[in-house]
């Protein structure tokens, strides 16, 4: 059981040096942030990127939820006769000058902030998301590597995100598109003419997929090929297996996406017929090639937030995670069936063949997640659980994607799903399982990684007053609009009838606490790096190679190369790096054989 | 039972009487109108219920760790396995189970949603942005609209269907993709620019303590009211189901709404017989124009909204266009409805009207016609701007 001691070589050796520290004046330091090829300073970057767009996407769901309070509708004094009140953009009239605010202009503002909130959202956060922030800090060092396979990949990749996501944001800046995240033909082909917004909105998608391909090609050769010595696969992480797997449907689905991306855009410039029925092409050959990314991209979106649920409540239950294989195993199975049940996106487009074969398919890809979810609590069992920040988090997203996880199964179910297909049940279960998933999941990672990355502690009581408004906040938002959407409520409709008004604004309000919740977290952040405690090196007693290193680590990680002499949930037979073996008591080594032997 | 291949959908002929079912009624999923809504419900109840008993059972046991596993400073945790084949094998088969009868209930459903019934009736509808055009075999079409502050927006036509009927929807949409949703029937189809797709359902005996029908008088520019010619179906009992839009179609996508009405048998068929020569051609294109055109025509005076207002049009001379002017003659309105990209109003230059050829024939063009007259100080009573019909609308 050897714990390395990093921080007894002392500081003169430079590579001892934080790699968060500057490397001489103001211009030297942004140099060396723009050109570097490290995997941490790249994570940070990403991280910082993607919540910054994360805010942008949340104000232009917040301004959503905002307009459907009372929404715009002529009363039956006639068109005059205007309720409700929104954000409106308006349309100029070329021959007076003026700008007209109509019903028409006020529903198609809606339409572009819908649109910019899912583009945003799924293209440029929670996409890249985990793998690019967390996953690219952590990989390497889980692994006891220096840096990923492909470092200047690695770096090529942040560029085409950002080249990517400035496509996007000068979509927006050009009014936005309102075609939804969606893009469905015929409508993204003729709608806007005259305008390039919408082939900058296309193309900010397609270019952000191969950073996406980039990465994931990178995350699967450091799997291979940079293990420390002594690690075998089944040594790993849960989070690593968690990056792994979501890095292969990366590789593979992302492709398809960008060609048809590219079609989409012949299409809209040259008008090449084929998705145009007026061109001679078919509408639902489109839906085909979009889902068939965008349903495996769900689980490139799940897949790394299991994989830092596992490792957070192994850690804070300080107890390995039971079943262990079955959860690697079965996050390489739903990577596989991934692939195959796109058609549950299209039950009402579709042959009715095709429908029933993709409804049994689909079912089959909840019984992996299923039994994640069951080994997860199983790891509970018998376990020292603190309730640490990222703790409440782990239990929230039990919580909030098991509801998520349900409320896919009328979905998946021919008979329900053609009623609740395209309604706000539909909205929130995706909802759930991305937002009460993935970001909840990046939240636990984020208060669980924090001191390792940055060396500083954060506010507990502000943070977990953050996640207490976050949980209420969702929850109030979200299971609300699975009552709207039962009961008749259509998805993206600017307005509605008044039968649904009053969960409207049941759900507007529930937002509004969201949002605190989430501005209370920035907060906390800010203040942490500004003024924290100094962090210890473990403060969580956690057994994986990333708390071997310092606290943040050094620019090459590990001193020395890192010797593997322990599972990385061997709680019942190490003592943790940087902790005493007089503060970490151990149970009977007898007792730990005899209960380890008999299974 | 014959199963029949039509338009690629199967058919089931199958000679049973409809039988009259309750309307179910959950405070969250609403009235359920068909008889294949309940296969829906009950898929939906079912999986709930499951869902509620494994989610008390799961967060449950969550809880329960977390408050008696608490740590205890000092303490290691107890020792317990990592794994155990028993439980793991035990907890994937038994939802698997549990998954396949879902599927099998779904599937179940599913084919009673989507074989129709051969006997009963089909009308055709169309879908474009923004609107929902019923066009019934025997050549009639909507009568009757919501008043607009029952949808807090524009006119929402309504299509009458009699009870305890087995009615076929054959739907084509001229543009872009829709979705017809009716959710009291709990399903919907897809509504595509290039084939046909076939939405069934079969309606209930309409209660005798249902809403009533109302007909009031109706307004007509610069004349008296006129005693409503439906005035046969005042008192009339009627069910109502919401048809909304449910694939993303663009600006008044939310407003893409119908009703359908369904009426007792014998006032169904008196309407069927009396629906087009009851209304006089004006008021015949006041429906057309509220189903079609208010969308982007206000008929108020200057008002601007995507389209030019219809206010004093008819009849206009020389009036303003992007090159030129013209004469609003029956000529030029025709040539707007059919070919609307050929010529812009002024201030209107490049703004996308979608063709209604096809939707609207030379009938309803001409009650359109006739109404746009009732809207306009130029149309003298016989209508005519003075310039004989048959030349070709000028450009000056």
């Known amino acids: ?599 | 039972m014959n199963i029949m291949q039509v338009n690629n959908t199967l058919v089931l002929a199958d000679n049973d009487a409809v039988a009259s079912w309750p309307l179910h009624d959950w405070w969250y999923l609403g009235k359920g109108g068909a008889s294949y809504s309940h296969w829906s419900d009950w898929a939906f109840m079912g999986i709930l219920y499951l869902s509620i008993a494994w989610f008390v059972v799961l967060m449950g046991l969550m809880f329960y760790f977390v408050v008696k596993y608490r740590r205890v400073e000092g303490k290691p945790a107890p020792v317990s396995a990592a794994h155990n084949s028993k439980l793991e094998v035990a907890w994937t088969v038994i939802p698997t189970l549990m998954l396949v009868v879902m599927f099998i209930v779904g599937f179940k459903g599913y084919a009673e949603m989507m074989v129709p019934r051969t006997d009963g009736m089909e009308i055709d509808v169309v879908a474009q942005k923004w609107s929902w055009t019923f066009n019934y075999r025997d050549g009639n079409s909507s009568t009757e609209n919501l008043p607009a502050n029952e949808l807090s927006s524009q006119s929402v036509p309504i299509y009458y269907v009699p009870e305890s009927t087995a009615v076929r929807l054959k739907m084509i949409s001229k543009d872009v993709m829709h979705s017809f949703w009716v959710p009291d029937f709990r399903t919907k189809i897809d509504v595509m620019p290039n084939r046909y797709t076939t939405y069934w359902f079969d309606t209930a005996k309409v209660p005798s303590d249902a809403k009533k029908l109302r007909f009031p008088p109706i307004e007509v520019r610069g004349e008296e009211p006129k005693p409503n010619v439906f005035a046969a179906l005042d008192g009339v009992p009627y069910v109502d189901h919401w048809v909304f839009c449910a694939e993303y179609c663009g600006d008044f996508h939310s407003e893409m709404v119908a009703v359908i009405r369904v009426l007792p048998k014998d006032k169904y068929d008196w309407w069927a017989a009396n629906a087009s020569s009851a209304l006089p051609l004006d008021q015949q294109g006041q429906k057309l124009y509220l189903n079609n055109c208010a969308t982007c025509h206000s008929i108020k005076e200057g008002q601007k909204l995507t389209g030019p207002s219809w206010y004093d049009l008819y009849g206009a001379k020389n009036h303003a266009l992007e090159d030129g002017v013209v004469d609003v003659d029956d000529n030029y309105i025709r040539e707007s409805i059919l070919n609307p990209g050929k010529r812009y109003a002024k201030g209107y230059k490049g703004v996308v009207m979608t063709s209604f050829a096809g939707s609207l024939d030379e009938r309803k063009i001409n009650a359109i016609i006739a109404y746009m007259k009732t809207l306009s100080k130029h149309a003298t009573k016989e209508g005519e701007s003075g310039k004989p019909a048959d030349k070709p609308a000028e450009s000056k």
């Open chain 1, 1 to 599: 059981m050897t714990t390395l001691n990093a921080g007894s070589h002392g500081d003169h050796d430079h590579h001892e040096v934080p790699y968060l520290v500057g490397k001489g004046g103001v211009w030297a330091t942004i140099v060396d942030w723009a050109t570097t090829v490290d995997h941490k300073k790249l994570g940070v970057m990403y991280l910082t990127a993607i919540l910054a767009l994360f805010a942008i996407g949340g104000v232009a769901a917040l301004m959503v939820r905002t307009e459907l309070l009372d929404p715009i509708r002529t009363g039956p004094g006639g068109p005059d006769d205007v309720h409700g009140w929104m954000f409106n953009v308006g349309q100029l009239d070329e021959a007076t000058g003026e700008r007209k605010y109509t019903a028409a202009t006020a529903n198609n503002t809606y339409n572009r902030l819908f649109t910019m909130h899912g583009a945003i959202m799924v293209f440029m956060v929670i996409v890249p998301g985990i793998p690019a922030s967390l996953g690219n800090f952590f990989l390497p060092l889980m692994l006891g590597a220096k840096d990923v396979a492909f470092p200047r990949l690695n770096l090529l990749s942040w560029y085409v995100y950002v080249t990517g996501s400035i496509f996007g944001v000068l979509a927006i800046a050009l009014n936005g598109v309102d075609t939804g995240w969606t893009f469905y033909t015929p409508y993204s082909t003729t709608t806007d003419v005259g305008h390039w917004r919408v082939v900058y909105m296309i193309l900010a998608a397609f270019i952000l997929g191969f950073s996406s391909i980039l990465t994931g090609l990178n995350f699967v050769v450091t799997v291979h090929k940079l293990r420390a010595p002594g690690m075998g696969w089944f040594d790993m992480p849960l989070f690593v297996w968690g990056i792994y797997a979501t890095a292969v449907i990366q590789v593979l689905a992302t492709p398809v996406i960008g060609i048809t991306l590219l079609l989409l855009v012949f299409e809209r410039v040259f008008r090449v017929g084929i998705f145009d029925p007026s061109l001679g092409g078919d509408p639902v050959l489109y839906q085909h090639f979009f889902w068939f990314y965008s349903h495996p991209v769900v689980y490139v979106m799940i897949l790394p937030g299991m994989g830092v649920i596992s490792d957070v409540i192994a850690v804070h239950s300080r107890k390995p995670i039971f079943g262990y294989r079955a959860i690697a195993f079965a996050s390489l199975g739903i990577a596989g069936v991934a692939f195959i049940v796109w058609g549950h996106h299209m039950f009402a487009s579709m042959s009715e063949v095709g429908s029933v074969v993709f409804s049994a398919l689909t079912f089959l890809v909840a019984i992996p997640t299923a039994v994640k979810i069951f080994n997860w609590i199983a790891t509970l069992y018998k376990g020292s659980i603190a309730l640490t920040t990222p703790m409440l988090y782990a239990l929230v997203f039990l919580f909030l994607f098991a509801i998520g996880g349900l409320t896919g199964l009328p979905l998946a179910t021919l008979a329900s799903d053609l009623h609740l297909h395209d309604s706000y049940f539909v909205v929130a279960h995706f909802h759930y399982v991305m937002f009460g998933g993935t970001i909840i999941a990046l939240l636990a990672g984020l208060h669980h990684w924090w001191p390792k990355m940055f060396g500083k502690e954060y506010s507990v009581l502000w943070a977990n007053i953050g996640c207490l408004l976050v949980f209420v906040g969702f929850n109030v938002t979200f299971f609300t609009q699975f009552f709207m959407g039962t009961q008749g409520m259509p998805r993206r409709y600017a307005s509605y009838p008044d039968e649904f008004q009053l969960y409207h604004q049941i759900s507007t309000y529930g937002s509004y606490v969201l949002g605190a919740g989430f501005f209370l977290h920035l907060l906390v952040f800010i203040h942490s790096l500004v003024a924290g405690e100094r962090a210890k090196e473990n403060p969580w007693g956690a057994l994986t190679l990333e708390w071997e290193a310092t606290s943040p680590p050094s620019e090459h990680n590990f001193a020395h190369q890192p010797m593997l002499k322990h599972g990385p949930y061997d709680f019942d037979l190490a003592v943790p790096p940087y902790w005493k073996a007089s503060d970490w008591p151990l149970p009977d080594k007898a007792e730990v054989e005899r209960v380890r032997l008999s299974h």
